[in-house]
């Protein structure tokens, strides 16, 4: 649905708060770019390292929590990415896959080792076949690779592995052996490089270190007050992360995309938040950010820009509008804020590409929202997440210039719900199947 051209593009978009005690807020200050003219500027292709994406949409990284115990990728896995390599997107980035046992974030989290290499590889190959069968041209597929930290659950319960304490979260304060040793964090170094290894063997294009939304490597990113050689003071804070990128670099095909999403504002309403203005949590400092990007250009081909964490302050990492829940905090000024911390990032750094996050919020706006981004240079890849879930055909639609509303996420939550209760996580709107699982969840849980 195009907006009237007498409209604020401002005003189109916060439909988002209609029916929300937000609704008549302010929208003084607040802008995300407009143009109609989204199948031509998403179609655009774009460069990455030595490889070139199709076209400007990515499938971001969403847990499906359907591995098999042990990690491997099973049918259900296989389907859900034939279904998202169908819809066409220039690069699909694959969900988070632990690189070891105790820092898998559910009993059904994928994970890569050296046995299983072969079912990571047909699932590269499958999502490059099925897309280049029905669309004509191959994405770019990337794995994300992570350590759950505290937010661990091995076995479906929680098993802690913490950066530093944080004491508004823990009551009580949890024990301190729950805190990772410096020599932990330098074996799991290797570990990530040793699984960035293992991910290039199974062809896949590219690597994601994943350092945001409150796990481990992110925490860490905020770890003032730990001792030793990785926290307190900025290098050390860093150290975890850019040392595993600068390793991973050495060890992987210099053809080989390497890149890091990355959390580069965490916006938590706590002491130990990154890049957290330190009088008002709803307000960035980018000062940390942009020198840590700094650091890691040399190395990295890609950056995945996001903010927030859905444990902590979900209505800033993934606005939402009511749904499950009501969201604390204006979903418009969230999107707003996203958007614009990506396009500081991007154009401190012009020539790393960048994706953004957060635009399945904006609903069926989001592809003249995503447009208009590029054509503005806020980003130079716009990413889906929700919306992929909901809507895994909508690339190949957009780029055919005919987004479908009725296929649209309608930016509920109730996916991050399925998620959060460690079931198979999709789209409970728009596909039986997951509709079902949540039926009964919700049956069994009154
Ligand atoms: C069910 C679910 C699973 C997710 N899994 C991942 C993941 O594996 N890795 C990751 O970096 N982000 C994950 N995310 C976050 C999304 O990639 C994305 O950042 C967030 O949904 C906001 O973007 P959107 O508005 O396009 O959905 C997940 C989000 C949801 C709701
Ligand atoms: S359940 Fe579906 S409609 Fe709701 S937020 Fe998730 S993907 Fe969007």
Redesign the pocket.
Known sequence: MKKNENVRAIDYYASILKGTKFENDSREGLYIPYSEDFASTLGLPGKVGKFTAPNRIVY?????QDADEIGNPIEITYNRYRDLARGGAGIIWV??VSVCPEGRSNAHQLMITEENVPLFAKLAREIKDTCRDANGYEPIVII?L?HSGRHSKPKGTPEPMIAHHIPERENPLMSEDRIVTDEYLTELKAKFVECSVLSERAGFDGVDI?C??GYLYSELLSSFDREGIYGGEYEGRVRLLVDTVKEARKALKPDTILCS?LNVYDGYRFRHSFATDKDDSEKYDLTESIRLVGELEPYIDLL?I?VGS?YYNSDV???YRVGVDVPPTNALRAEVRMFEAAREIHRAYPKLPCVN?????LCEKSPYAGAGMIAEDYTTFV???????AYPSMAIDILKGRFDDKKC?V?C?G??T??KNGLL?GCIIRNDMYKKIFREFRANNK
């Open positions: 971001q990284p969403m847990e499906g969900e988070a994300q992570n994943k945001c939304h999403r995945n996001t859905p990492s993934r606005p996050t957060g635009i399945s919020g990413g889906f997440g929700r919306m992929s879930f996420c930016a939550s996916c991050s399925l998620k996580s």
